[in-house]
C-alpha cells in the first residue's frame, strides 16, 4: 500500500468515526428523543394573585319595555305588513297591520248566512201560519157539523129506524173525531213551526257572532305605538323575527318598544366555563359595535338549569342577565351585541399554568417540567380555572419552567385545554 492510499483510508475511517458519535453519542448523553430544550415553547410557572374570569356574549335590552299585543280576546288572522326591525316610531304611528282580506270575506259569509236564516225564517212564518190557519177554519167547520149532528141526531126509536139511529150516532162521532183531529193538527204544526224557527234563530246568532268577530278584527287590523321610541320586533323561539303572511291571534305579542334610558345585558356562559357563576358577581360588558367602550356590571340572576341556545345543537349554556352602572342612549341600543367579561372569584396566593401546558398521560393530568437533562412529566392536581389559565393545588411549585407543547412528540390523549377540577357546569 502506497503512503498516499494508507493516508486517503485513514482520513475516511475518521469521518465514519465522527459521524457514528454524532448520530448515538448525543442520544445516549441526552436520554430523550424529540425537539432540543431550546425548540420547546416554555413559560415560568406564576405563583401570586388568581382572578377567575369567565366571558359571555350576549346582546342589550331594555329593562322596561311597553309590548305590542294584538288586541281582542278573540281575533285572529294574518300578519300583512310589519314595520322593519329598529324602526324609530312616534307615538299614533302604525307598527303592524293585519291582513283584512280572510276578515273580510269571513264578514260577508256571516252576512250572508244571517240574511238567509232571515229569509227562512220568514218564509217559515208565512208557509206556517198559511197552514195553521187552514186547519183552524177546518177545525172549525168540523165543530159546526158537530154541532148540527148533535142538534139533528135521530135518536127516537118510534120516528127513525135502527139504521137510521145508528148512522146519526156515527155522524156525530166522525164530526167529533174530525174537529178533534184538526184541533190536535193545527197544534202540533203551530209547535213544529216554532221549533223550526227557534232553529232559524239559533243559525242567526252562530250569523251574528261571526258577523261580530269579523267586525271586532276589522276593527284592530292597525296595531300602533303608545309612545315615540324604537319599534323591536319579537323573535320566536328559532329566532326568527314576525313575518308577512304569519298567523297571529289575540294577546300575541309582535313587538315592543323599550325605554332607552335604562338597559340591561343578557349574556350566555357556555355550561363548561359557569362554575361559580353567582348572584351578585362584579362585569364588565364592551360593546362589539364601539370598540373601546366599557360599563361596569353586576350579575342580577341567573338561570337555574343549562340550555342550547339554538335549536338543535346540543351544547349547553347558562343565561344571565347583568344590571349596567349607566346607560348612555347615544352608544347603546337595545339588540345590540356585547361582549362580558365576569369575575367569578379570586384567590391571593395560587399557582397557575396555562391552559396549554396541560396533558394526559395514562389517564392522569400531568405538565413536562424542564430540568438539567431535558423535559419529565409530572402528574398535577388541578384548581378553579379561568380564561386561558388552570390553578394548580398540588405538583408543582411557582418558578419552575413547564412546555407549553408536548416535548415528546406526542399527541395529548385529551387536548391542552382540561376543565376546572369541579364537575362541568357546576355553580356554587
Given amino acids: 500500500m502506497t503512503p498516499r492510499r494508507a493516508a486517503v483510508l485513514a482520513a475516511g475511517s475518521l469521518a465514519v468515526a465522527t459521524a457514528f458519535v454524532g448520530a448515538f453519542g448525543g442520544f445516549g448523553a441526552s436520554g430523550r428523543s424529540g425537539p432540543a430544550p431550546a425548540s420547546v415553547p416554555t413559560e415560568t410557572v406564576r405563583r401570586g394573585p388568581f382572578v377567575r374570569k369567565v366571558r359571555a356574549d350576549g346582546v ?27 324602526t324609530a316610531v312616534r307615538k299614533g304611528d302604525v307598527v303592524v297591520r293585519l291582513d283584512p282580506s280572510e276578515t273580510r270575506k269571513n264578514l260577508l259569509a256571516g252576512q250572508g248566512e244571517r240574511a238567509r236564516a232571515e229569509l227562512q225564517g220568514d218564509k217559515e212564518k208565512a208557509e206556517s201560519g198559511a197552514l195553521v190557519a187552514n186547519l183552524g177554519r177546518d177545525a172549525d167547520q168540523a165543530g159546526l157539523e158537530l154541532e148540527t149532528a148533535r142538534t139533528f141526531q135521530q135518536k127516537d126509536p118510534e120516528l127513525f129506524s135502527r139504521n137510521e139511529i145508528v148512522e146519526a150516532d156515527i155522524d156525530v162521532e166522525l164530526s167529533g173525531r174530525r174537529e178533534a183531529h184538526y184541533r190536535t193538527s193545527r197544534t202540533v204544526r203551530q209547535g213544529l213551526s216554532r221549533l223550526q224557527l227557534d232553529l232559524y234563530g239559533v243559525e242567526r246568532q252562530k250569523a251574528d257572532l261571526k258577523i261580530g268577530k269579523a267586525e271586532r278584527e276589522l276593527a284592530a287590523l292597525e296595531i300602533t305605538a303608545p309612545h315615540d321610541g324604537i319599534f323591536l320586533a319579537k323573535r320566536n323561539w328559532r329566532g326568527a323575527l314576525p313575518q308577512v303572511g304569519q298567523a297571529v291571534w289575540s294577546g300575541q305579542t309582535l313587538g315592543e318598544i323599550p325605554d332607552l334610558g335604562t338597559l340591561e345585558a343578557e349574556v350566555w356562559v357556555l355550561e363548561a366555563d359557569a362554575g361559580g357563576l353567582a348572584v351578585g358577581e362584579e362585569a364588565e360588558v364592551a360593546l362589539e359595535a364601539h370598540p373601546g367602550v366599557t360599563v361596569k356590571g353586576t350579575v342580577k340572576s341567573v338561570d337555574a338549569l343549562a340550555r342550547p341556545r339554538l335549536r338543535g345543537v346540543p351544547v349547553q349554556y347558562f343565561g344571565a342577565v347583568l344590571s349596567l352602572a349607566r346607560t348612555d342612549p347615544a352608544v347603546m341600543k337595545p339588540g345590540e351585541r356585547v361582549t362580558a367579561t365576569v369575575v367569578l372569584g379570586e384567590e391571593k396566593d395560587a399557582v397557575t399554568v396555562p391552559r396549554q401546558a396541560l396533558f394526559e398521560k395514562d ?20 384548581g378553579a380555572a379561568a380564561i386561558g389559565r388552570v390553578a394548580v393545588t398540588a405538583g408543582l411549585a411557582g418558578g419552575e419552567v413547564v412546555a407549553l407543547a ?23
Fill in 363 to 382: 389517564g392522569k393530568k400531568v405538565v413536562y417540567v424542564r430540568s438539567a437533562s431535558g423535559f419529565a412529566p409530572r402528574g398535577v392536581t388541578l
Fill in 406 to 428: 408536548d416535548p415528546t412528540g406526542e399527541r395529548a390523549a385529551a387536548g391542552a385545554t382540561p376543565g376546572p377540577a369541579s364537575s362541568p357546569g357546576a355553580r356554587r
Fill in 60 to 86: 342589550l335590552k331594555a329593562v322596561n319595555a311597553t309590548p305590542l299585543q294584538v288586541p281582542g280576546t278573540d281575533v285572529s288572522g294574518k300578519v300583512g305588513w310589519i314595520a322593519e326591525d329598529g
